[in-house]
């Protein structure tokens, strides 16, 4: 079992940068793979990126892919969530979901661990 908690959104002006992290309680932490995700309402929960385990391979949604950057302190229990060059089409609550993998996993169906969500809004 695990428990996550996302923070770090907010209000930002498009070109603006935030961190997301995503804090997970229990002792096997190193063993998720990790990932991010958002929705707008009414939309589906759409993949922006995911890391495996031990932080050695990442992947990114297109629509992110130069912008984000996510990344791992396995000591902190901490996944992280760059995002430079905001855009107003990155509005969404953004979501960090978790499963025990030893490999990357991009869909919203293969993460069996969720977060409540932080809201990002980008203001043109």
């Known amino acids: 079992q695990v428990q996550l908690v996302e923070s770090g959104g907010g209000l930002v002006q498009a070109g603006d940068s935030l961190r997301l992290s995503c804090a997970a309680s229990?002792?096997?932490?190193?063993?998720?793979?990790m990932g991010w995700f958002r929705q707008v309402p009414g939309k589906e929960r759409d993949f922006v990126a995911a890391i495996s385990w031990n932080g050695g391979s990442t992947y990114y949604a297109n629509s992110v892919k130069g912008r984000f950057a996510i990344s791992r302190d396995n000591a902190k229990n901490t996944v992280y969530l760059q995002m430079n060059s905001l855009k107003p089409e990155d509005t969404a609550l953004y979501y960090c979901a978790a499963e025990p993998s030893f490999t990357l996993l991009t869909n919203a169906f293969e993460y069996g661990y969720w977060g409540q969500g932080t809201q990002v809004t980008v203001s043109s």
């Open positions: 229990g002792r096997t932490f190193s063993s998720y793979a």
